[in-house]
């Protein structure tokens, strides 16, 4: 009797791929058939009566990294420095309630939970509009100045409106990912550390941080993704003085300049898979550095 051949599979057995079909093909049909559509798009010919006219060019790849003004590159510019400050405030902010979320032993933990996943179950349209009444020229904030004798502020249609709005926009997705991190820290490694002599300072930067880095990395890079593509909240509180790609890419949709939309979308979104990237690959070698 011969053994069976060690690549042979058991009747009924499929191979492994089959088991990821069904996963390989939502992620064609709604990733990679999208980007393959944009990617064509935006070497079309651009048309303001139509999507586009029949040809091929690199016109609009040239217009968009060849003008003289610096337009685009002043967009693409704010664009990222605005994604980057949200990013950090994201950290500074989400940080110390991930921290108290994973190490609380409160009754109330799950109250607390559920308040960080609240704004996720609104709308952003609706929470814009929310931060609309509150930060609005005649919103409830500067109405309570006035009725105290104080100037108002200006507190909307500036980066300031927008900055804050994002920022509780998208703080669930830096507290999820620090959280989980935080609770896979044994409390006894701090306990060694002020054992040991190390103040609160010393023990967080030594110890808590460097532990932790994983969670940054991810909420950092799901922040700063988000932010490089936000569109509504920019619009609706910005009220077109906060110029981002994302919302001159829909000004050109609505013009029909849809190729060269296009083409100012791929770039946005490589250069902001190149930050991603870089910034993986540094955090990762500080992660390593530590271990």
Known sequence: MTAPSPTARPPGVRPRWLLAAPVLVTVAALIVVPYVNILVMSFR??????????????????KALADPDFFYFELLFDTLRLALTITFLCLVVAYPVAFHLARTTSRWKGVLYALVLSPLLVGVVI?????????ANNGLINQSLKAWG????????NEFGVVLALVHVFL??????LMGAIQ????????AARSLGAGPAKVFWRVLFPLSMPGVQSGCILVFVLSCGAYVTPALLGAGRVHTMTTEVITLLDQFLWPFGAALALI??????????IYARLSGRLMRGLA
């Open 127 to 135: 929470r814009s509009f929310g931060w609309i009444i509150l930060l």
């Open 150 to 157: 104080m100037a108002p502020l200006p507190l909307m249609y």
């Open 45 to 62: 010919v651009p048309s303001t009566t139509k999507p586009y006219l029949p040809g091929f060019t690199f016109g609009n790849y040239t």
């Open 172 to 177: 669930p997705f830096m507290i999820l990912p």
């Open 268 to 277: 946005l979104s490589v250069v902001g898979l190149a930050a991603v990237a």
């Open 184 to 191: 896979g820290i044994d409390p006894r490694l701090e306990e």
